[in-house]
């Protein structure tokens, strides 16, 4: 059993998060800009109400806890720069630091890095990744924030596109780079459901495999 805050919490992936950790036997500290979005009502859930890039809003939150997991997402813009996961995920790491907590879990996408994409499928080069570039763009600037971080046990969970479903039981497959490759090398054309997102995420608090590390992650 662990103690974890979510940001995020509100979110499609982030319910799905909330829920399973609670299913799971953990205590979880859902730290949300708006309450009455999250539905879930639980013995081991805790509510409270911050502002995501405010070091100080966020740091009395943290404390005592063993985990930061982070399902933040923001719109994408075509008239200016994304900057939300850049500028929420600095104001948590020095939360973080202050509240003396280490071992941070975050999601992105695949293809954040700008040129690795060129082996996706047509439609997924030429048309997805233009329309959500400015999302991918500020989610690789927050990647290369964290690898600076050196004091911060912080793994990068890279989903391709989301699918609106419960976890499964289907196994996982992991690439560490910014997409899973197929046998062919070219990255596999599959979505994968939220909840294995967010069921993925909660694994990795039970080991060192991917820490400090970007993964990609997708079911078989």
């Known amino acids: 059993m662990m103690k974890i805050a979510v940001l995020g919490a509100t979110g499609q992936t982030g319910q799905h998060l909330v829920q399973q950790a609670l299913q799971q036997g953990h205590c979880v500290t859902a730290v949300v800009r708006n309450p009455a979005k999250l539905i879930v009502q639980h013995d081991n859930l805790k509510v409270v109400e911050a502002n995501i890039f405010s070091k100080d809003s966020l740091k009395n939150h943290f404390e005592g806890h063993d985990a930061v997991m982070s399902c933040l997402g923001f719109s994408t813009s075509f008239f200016s720069a994304v900057t939300g996961y850049t500028q929420s995920m600095e104001a948590t790491v020095e ?104 069921r993925f995420m909660l694994s990795l608090l039970n080991t060192d495999a991917w820490t400090k590390k970007g993964v990609a992650m997708s079911t078989n």
């Open 95 to 198: 939360a973080m630091r202050e509240a003396k907590v280490n071992r941070l879990i975050t999601m992105t996408s695949w293809y954040t890095e700008p040129n690795s994409g060129v082996e996706s499928p047509y439609f997924i080069r030429f048309l997805l990744l233009p329309m959500i570039r400015s999302v991918l763009t500020n989610m690789f600037q927050m990647e290369q924030f964290l690898q600076k971080a050196n004091d911060i046990d912080w793994t990068v969970v890279r989903p391709p596109g989301l699918r609106n479903q419960p976890a499964s039981a289907l196994e996982f497959l992991t690439h560490e780079g910014y997409f899973v490759p197929s046998s062919s090398g070219a990255p596999m054309s599959i979505a994968v459901a939220r909840g294995d997102v967010a």
